[in-house]
């Protein structure tokens, strides 16, 4: 099959490497890729945003199935665009995908089919927000409904906090995204990513994994979209995956089918897991990143079918097996992010660091300068590891950190610290 994916992230590659060991693939494209991309796919200078021009070019290229990575494409409808032109992709229609495009939307759907999550307030309006705010108290959660590149969410330890976040969303700080504005419950407990493949009809329950958002070591500073990743997640036990299939991701899946919407694609259930079990914190509608680097290393089989039956409403002809190894990712950002940070500085080191045992590196924001690699994002490297334990893991991804060279980048030095 030729194969066109879609994204530039770290989450992009770890698709890339998976899909191109597949028996399935003749040619795989990637638009726009980056340079770790360009090791597994041929990088294609596509505008993803301009739905005519990427039909045209699955046309000329007699494209057999588009991967659809990350979100904003998705809420935008592109998998519809493809359909009416009559070329298969793997991910939500766009009615689907408000799942992650609003997170009121979500919200009102819990409450539609009584799935556990935070209580809430949806709000349109800055004084009656503010009032809700005053009148419930820190700590809590405000939210701004739309996409903001998982910079959206203020977790507030004082009202002061709260109210500077509400302020925020409805001053423009977010866009289009912050004009309505969700606030929630402060939930107690750990978290943990959830990932289900469902084709409209049958779930697939995938793996857990647990993310570390926050920018700085002992889970300090600002949220990311995500600094570290690894799988298993101890916390996600058997009785809790069964609950959570149970009581959020079966009832959201027959939710959107009786209202004539099915979802079609992979959905990554946010979760809090306390005294009382899962509750849901949020849904996105694609691969996590990080964590979908960490994933894509302990599925034992071809990744593609799966994607493929997906799309196709077959997925009850297919299992996934997993490896017993841990897998995991210490993402290295450029130092700033998630503030201002400075770009096209050079990374060295890299091919030493992919020799580790167990390591494999995945870009996330670099592109290819002549013989040099530079970076260009925030989030720039995923180095990632397997290992038997979480130690050996672990030990063998800061083995590898520490032979990349880029005096202008961090990362954390914690990662799975809870498991640990």
Same mark, same amino acid.
């Given at each position: 099959?030729?194969?066109?994916?879609?994204?530039?992230?770290?989450?992009?590659?770890?698709?890339?490497?998976?899909?191109?060991? /597949?028996?399935?693939?003749?040619?795989?494209?990637?638009?726009?890729?980056?340079?770790?991309?360009?090791?597994?796919?041929?990088?294609?200078?596509?505008?993803?945003? @301009?739905?005519?021009?990427?039909?045209?070019?699955? +046309?000329?290229?007699?494209?057999?199935?588009?991967?659809?990575?990350?979100?904003?494409?998705?809420?935008? #409808?592109?998998?519809?665009?493809?359909?009416?032109?009559?070329?298969?992709?793997?991910?939500?229609?766009?009615?689907?995908?408000?799942?992650?495009?609003? *997170?009121?939307?979500?919200? @009102?759907?819990?409450?539609?089919?009584?799935?556990?999550?935070?209580?809430?307030?949806?709000?349109?309006?800055?004084?009656?927000?503010?009032?809700?705010?005053?009148?419930?108290? %820190?700590?809590?959660?405000? +939210?701004?409904?739309?996409?903001?590149?998982? *910079?959206?969410?203020?977790?507030?330890?004082?009202?002061?906090?709260?109210?500077?976040?509400?302020?925020?969303?409805?001053?423009? /700080?977010?866009?289009?995204?912050? %004009?309505?504005?969700?606030?929630?419950?402060?939930?107690?407990?750990?978290?943990?990513?959830?990932?289900?493949?469902?084709?409209?009809?049958?779930?697939?329950?995938?793996?857990?994994?647990?993310?570390?958002? &926050?920018?700085?070591?002992?889970?300090?500073?600002?949220?990311?979209?995500?600094?570290?990743?690894?799988?298993?997640?101890?916390?996600? /036990?058997? %009785?809790?995956?069964?609950?959570?299939?149970?009581?959020?991701?079966?009832?959201?899946?027959?939710?959107?089918?009786?209202?004539? !919407?099915?979802?079609?694609?992979?959905?990554?259930?946010?979760?809090?897991?306390?005294?009382?079990?899962? +509750?849901?914190?949020?849904?996105?509608?694609?691969? #996590? @990143?990080?964590?979908?680097?960490?994933?894509?290393?302990?599925?034992?089989?071809?990744?593609?079918?799966?994607?493929?039956?997906?799309?196709?409403?077959?997925?009850?002809?297919? !299992?996934?097996?997993? /490896? @017993?190894?841990?897998?995991?990712?210490?993402?290295?950002?450029?130092?700033?992010?998630?503030?201002?940070?400075? *770009?096209?500085?050079?990374?060295?080191g890299l091919e030493a660091a992919g020799k580790v045992?167990?390591?494999?590196?995945?870009?996330?924001?670099?592109?290819?300068?002549?013989?040099?690699?530079?970076?260009?994002? #925030? &989030?720039?490297?995923?180095?990632?590891?397997?290992? *038997?334990?979480?130690?050996?893991?672990?030990? &063998?991804?800061? +083995?590898?950190?520490?032979?990349?060279?880029?005096?202008? #980048?961090?990362?954390? &030095?914690?990662?799975?610290?809870?498991?640990?």
């Amino acid at each position: 099959m030729n194969i066109l994916l879609i994204g530039s992230g770290g989450r992009e590659h770890a698709l890339a490497y998976a899909i191109a060991k /597949s028996p399935l693939t003749s040619r795989l494209y990637a638009a726009p890729g980056n340079a770790g991309v360009a090791q597994e796919a041929e990088l294609v200078a596509l505008d993803v945003a @301009d739905h005519a021009a990427v039909i045209a070019f699955c +046309k000329e290229k007699a494209i057999d199935f588009v991967v659809v990575g990350p979100e904003g494409p998705l809420v935008e #409808g592109i998998v519809d665009d493809l359909a009416a032109a009559g070329i298969k992709a793997f991910g939500p229609s766009k009615a689907a995908a408000q799942l992650e495009g609003s *997170k009121g939307f979500t919200k @009102d759907l819990c409450a539609e089919a009584s799935i556990p999550t935070a209580a809430y307030g949806r709000f349109a309006d800055k004084e009656k927000a503010l009032a809700y705010l005053r009148q419930q108290g %820190a700590p809590i959660v405000v +939210k701004a409904d739309g996409l903001a590149a998982g *910079k959206g969410v203020v977790v507030a330890m004082t009202l002061a906090e709260a109210e500077a976040a509400v302020n925020a969303c409805f001053d423009g /700080s977010f866009g289009a995204a912050g %004009a309505e504005v969700v606030i929630e419950e402060f939930l107690t407990g750990e978290e943990a990513s959830f990932f289900v493949l469902s084709d409209g009809k049958t779930a697939l329950p995938l793996v857990a994994a647990q993310d570390h958002k &926050r920018a700085f070591d002992g889970d300090e500073g600002p949220n990311t979209g995500g600094m570290g990743a690894y799988t298993p997640a101890p916390v996600a /036990s058997d %009785a809790v995956i069964a609950r959570t299939m149970e009581e959020i991701i079966l009832p959201t899946i027959e939710t959107l089918a009786k209202r004539g !919407t099915p979802f079609k694609g992979v959905l990554f259930a946010g979760l809090m897991i306390g005294e009382s079990g899962p +509750k849901l914190i949020e849904y996105n509608t694609r691969f #996590g @990143d990080p964590e979908c680097q960490v994933i894509t290393l302990r599925l034992k089989e071809d990744l593609l079918p799966l994607l493929i039956a997906t799309a196709e409403g077959t997925l009850d002809q297919h !299992t996934a097996t997993w /490896s @017993d190894d841990v897998a995991l990712t210490v993402v290295m950002a450029a130092k700033g992010y998630p503030g201002a940070y400075e *770009k096209n500085t050079e990374i060295k080191g890299l091919e030493a660091a992919g020799k580790v045992e167990g390591v494999k590196i995945f870009h996330a924001g670099t592109k290819a300068d002549g013989g040099r690699i530079l970076a260009t994002g #925030g &989030r720039v490297l995923n180095v990632t590891a397997t290992g *038997k334990t979480v130690a050996e893991a672990r030990e &063998r991804a800061y +083995k590898a950190v520490d032979l990349i060279d880029w005096p202008e #980048g961090f990362c954390r &030095r914690d990662i799975a610290w809870r498991a640990l």
